[in-house]
């Protein structure tokens, strides 16, 4: 399965942007599902964005128009640009990735079978 990477999660302000990274080794992105995923303390895993099999895009309701989920096939890695970011924003956002999951799962977590070990991002007011 292979394993995923995340970095980029930092500090940032109401209003600014973040960039995350998500690289893999072991398995190619290309043709893979990939997707973001966000965790806060004591709350379920939530969905955020994803790529079904390298072709449409999928958003929350939450970040759509503010987030945008990209892949590079060279660096063989998953992007997560987020703008105009909120205290809502702020959790421990994940990767994750699958070969087989379908287009009815993507939302769920349960059905991704590879994971990141997390990034925290925090928004500061």
């Known amino acids: 399965q292979g394993q995923l990477g995340e970095s980029g999660g930092g500090v940032v302000r109401v209003g600014g942007s973040l960039k995350l990274s998500c690289a893999a080794s072991g398995r190619t992105v290309r043709g893979d599902s990939v997707a973001w995923f966000r965790q806060t303390p004591g709350k379920e895993r939530v969905f955020v964005s994803a790529?079904?099999?390298?072709?449409?895009?999928y958003y929350s309701d939450s970040v759509k128009g503010r987030f945008t989920i990209s892949t590079d096939s060279a660096k063989n890695t998953v992007y997560l640009q987020m703008a105009d970011l909120s205290p809502a924003d702020t959790a421990v956002y994940y990767c994750a990735a699958s070969s087989r999951i379908l287009l009815s799962s993507l939302r769920q977590a349960t059905h991704w079978d590879s994971w990141g070990q997390g990034t925290q991002v925090t928004v500061s007011s």
């Open positions: 790529i079904f099999r390298n072709a449409n895009k």
